[in-house]
Each structure stands twice: as structure tokens, then as C-alpha cells.
């Protein structure tokens, strides 16, 4: 996690690359902007059709958003930007489907999204992929048409090649895009107005009057077909892809305005319990069959089992986390050694594993029956170290915290906490 200066003299927001599996198993790549401070809520960003997660309008867009409070995922759909696959593998169904992954990728790691953003064809998807995300509070169309169909409109010229071969070669915004029938065939079947209908959100429509790649009568075909509350705000003379940095902030400050009422309140501020020292709280994700998140004062892991045991693999396993702090705590504990005596060590590796043995097999342990845990942890040291040296150091490695903890008697405390209930209601 990269963090960087957002506007002079302000806190610094930050920035982290993401990846998750899309519908058809391939790596997404994305990016999650997060305010400087805890966010109100968390939003997902749909870019344009053969556009990607950095576009201009993405990038502003979910930076202006990040510096009103609101942490916001984009990411690049199916063989675009740092995805992997191919885009021509991709449909409209497809990229609507990964959009749901994205929430709940957010819902895992973070919180569900709130707010569902969606650019050109990005906005049809977000109007599609929203009853499938039930957190969602409100959604906003930059530039939408009111059918994805109209996507068509761009390569018209070679729909012909595509139904009788199958599949053609298209320019798109001056690049070569492999295109099928079976993207054709997705994206005339989609009940587009059924989903406008029934939303059952807050819209928020914006569109320019002059964009000549969505004409703005698109913008008054969703917006009388969406019930109330619905608004609709021109985005007077900017371009499709708000390639203007003043109308991507604009069209960022009036999304956020408008989403302010149907948002989460902003939210208090962290118990002191989770920012004590020490202290770790543990939760079911409500995804998946064991998937946790794991709060450890302001970091966020996830914890999961793999397939085999019925888990969903999202994390690392419990014994991964046991061997993951071990093996942390070994190479810090190296590293603090070294630097006070000044030796020239370069990198430590600490690589471990866990297993259960017969006690009758292991010649130094005082318990002579049954099972028995057993890691073996192999440390490479790497620097112009003399044998007397490494010797020290290694001999240091038992001195380890967690490795004195694993080592010694542990009390463990269980204390039955009555669910709140005010939370409940």
C-alpha cells in the first residue's frame, strides 16, 4: 500500500493494488483508493467499454471521491489494463457478473459497497448489476446508454463479418478488439429496462448534452423509466470521457453530494479496544463458509480454509497465520540483532512448515504418546557473514518472541460476551 499527497497541505490519502477472481476464474486487477481517515462508505467504480480501471474519469473521479470520505474500488474488466483473459471471451453478462465479485471482494476485505458508479457502458452495467448487490444504497450514470446494445453502434460497420464468421477484428478508440457473435448475441438480450424499472434506488443520472459517442437522449430514456428518487445533472459542455479534470471533479462533487443522504453516517471512532496493543478481533465475513476478517489495530487481513475442507481460499489458513508470525518475528527478531552489532547482513528468509508426528518418532520431546505438532523452520541468511557470526544469529532466531510463546505454557482466557443489542435491532 503506496500512500500519496492528494492536495497540498492535506492528509495523505492512499492507494493499493488489488487482484481477485473474476466469473471465469482469470486474475482482475484493481485499485482501492482510500481516504486519509476511516471511510464513511466504500463505492465501485465501472469504467467505459474497452477503457480501463486508470482511464481519466476513473482515476479523478474516485480520487475527488476518496477526499469526501469515500473509499472506492475500480478495477479493469476481463483482458483489459492488468486483467487477465481475453477480451473477447468477455460479454456484457460476463463484466456484470465480475462487478458482483468486485462487491463482494469489498465486502470481504473492507465493507460492501454502498454506492455503485458506473461510466458509459459501465454505468449500463452498474444499473445491472445492482440487485445483486443488496448494500447498495444508491447509483449513479456518468454518459450511460439507456441499452447496452448501443455499444453496437461503434464497430456497425463489421457486424456483418462478426454473424457470419463469428468474429471480427474491430477498431475501437483507434485499437484493434477481437469482437464475437456471442458478444452480440449477450448483448441485445439484456432486459435493460425491466432493470431501470425496478432498481428500486436513489439514481443519480449525469450526462453532457453535447457527448456525440451517448447522445443525451439516452440520459431522459433512463431517467423516465426510473422511478423516484431519481436525479438528473448535465454535465454542460465536457466530453464522453470528461477528459477535462474540471468536469471529472465536478461530476465527483455532485455524485457525492447527492449520495450523502442515502450513505451510511459517517462513522464513530474506532473503540479503544481495537487500537489497544495486543489486541485482535475476529469475525465472520458472512461470504463464503469460513472466510474471517481479521482486525488487528488498523490492518485488515482475511482468513479462510482451502477448497478441500470446504473453505474458499481467500486467505491464508489459521496454521498459515501461526507459521506467518513465526517466521515474522524470527526474521525481525534477526534483523534487530544484526543491526545493533553492526554485521552485514543483507536479507533473511524464514521458510516453515507444519506437520503432526507419531511422539515416538521425535528423540527430544518429554511427551512419549500419542500426536504431536511439529514446525521445521529453515533460515537463510544472506551477507558477508563469517561462520561465528551466522552461528549468532541463528542461535539469536530461538530468542524470537512468538517462538518463546510457542515454547512456554499458554493460558487461555474465554469470556462469553452478550451479543449487543443494540447492534441487533
Known amino acids: 500500500m503506496s500512500p500519496k499527497q492528494t492536495t497540498k497541505g492535506q492528509a495523505m490519502a492512499k492507494s493499493r493494488k488489488v487482484t481477485f477472481a473474476g466469473t471465469g476464474g482469470e486474475a482482475l486487477a484493481g485499485r482501492l483508493e482510500l481516504p486519509a481517515s476511516q471511510p464513511r462508505a466504500a463505492a465501485l467504480f465501472a469504467h467505459c467499454f474497452t477503457c480501463g480501471k486508470d ?4 482515476s479523478r473521479i474516485s ?34 457478473a465480475d462487478l458482483v465479485r468486485a462487491a463482494d471482494h469489498l465486502r470481504i476485505t473492507l465493507a460492501a459497497p454502498s454506492l455503485l458508479v458506473g461510466h458509459s457502458l459501465g ?7 445492482a440487485e445483486q448487490i443488496p448494500e447498495v444504497r444508491a447509483v449513479a450514470t456518468i ?19 462478426i ?15 477481437r469482437v464475437r457473435r456471442e458478444f452480440l448475441d449477450d448483448i441485445s438480450s439484456q432486459p435493460q429496462t425491466d432493470r ?13 448534452p453535447g457527448d456525440n459517442i451517448v447522445a443525451v437522449d439516452h440520459a431522459r430514456r433512463i431517467f423516465d423509466t426510473a422511478r423516484h428518487p431519481k436525479s438528473f445533472v448535465s454535465l454542460d459542455d465536457a466530453d464522453h470521457l470528461l477528459s477535462n479534470r474540471a468536469d471529472a471533479a465536478y461530476a465527483a462533487t455532485v455524485i457525492a453530494a447527492w449520495a450523502d443522504r442515502y450513505l451510511p453516517a459517517t462513522p464513530k471512532p474506532t473503540d479503544d479496544a481495537q487500537n489497544e ?36 481460499d481467500l486467505g491464508p489458513t489459521p496454521y498459515g497465520l501461526l507459521l506467518a508470525s513465526l517466521g515474522t518475528c524470527t526474521s525481525m527478531t534477526i534483523r534487530m540483532y544484526a543491526q545493533r552489532k553492526n554485521w552485514p547482513l543483507r536479507s533473511t528468509t524464514v521458510t516453515l512448515r507444519h506437520s503432526r508426528i507419531h511422539a515416538g518418532d521425535c528423540e527430544n520431546c518429554e511427551t512419549t504418546s500419542g500426536m504431536l505438532d511439529r514446525i521445521t523452520r529453515e533460515i537463510e541468511l544472506d551477507g558477508d557473514l563469517s561462520d561465528e557470526q551466522r552461528a549468532k544469529l541463528l542461535e539469536i532466531a530461538d530468542k524470537c518472541p512468538v517462538h518463546r510463546t510457542l515454547r512456554s505454557e499458554v493460558v487461555i482466557d474465554t469470556v462469553a460476551l452478550e451479543p449487543d443489542a443494540e447492534a441487533a435491532q
Open 163 to 177: 454473424e457470419s464468421a463469428g468474429q471480427a477484428t474491430v477498431q475501437l478508440a483507434g485499437r484493434p478488439f
Open 196 to 208: 431501470i424499472a425496478t432498481l428500486n434506488r436513489p439514481l443519480l443520472v449525469l450526462h453532457a
Open 143 to 161: 454518459g450511460a446508454p439507456a441499452d447496452p446494445a448501443h455499444v453496437v453502434d461503434l464497430f456497425a460497420a463489421d457486424r456483418p463479418e
Open 55 to 58: 482511464v481519466v474519469a476513473a
Open 123 to 129: 454505468g449500463a452495467a452498474v444499473l445491472a448489476a
Open 277 to 312: 496493543p495486543g489486541t485482535v478481533i475476529v469475525a465472520e465475513t458472512g461470504t463464503g463458509t469460513f472466510t474471517q476478517r481479521v482486525q488487528a489495530g488498523s490492518h485488515l487481513l482475511i482468513a479462510d480454509e482451502p477448497p478441500a475442507v470446504g473453505g474458499d
Open 63 to 96: 480520487h475527488a471521491l476518496t477526499e469526501l470520505g469515500i473509499a472506492v474500488l475500480r478495477f479493469d474488466f476481463t483482458g483489459l489494463g492488468e486483467s487477465d483473459g481475453e477480451f473477447a471471451n468477455a460479454t456484457f453478462s460476463s463484466n456484470t
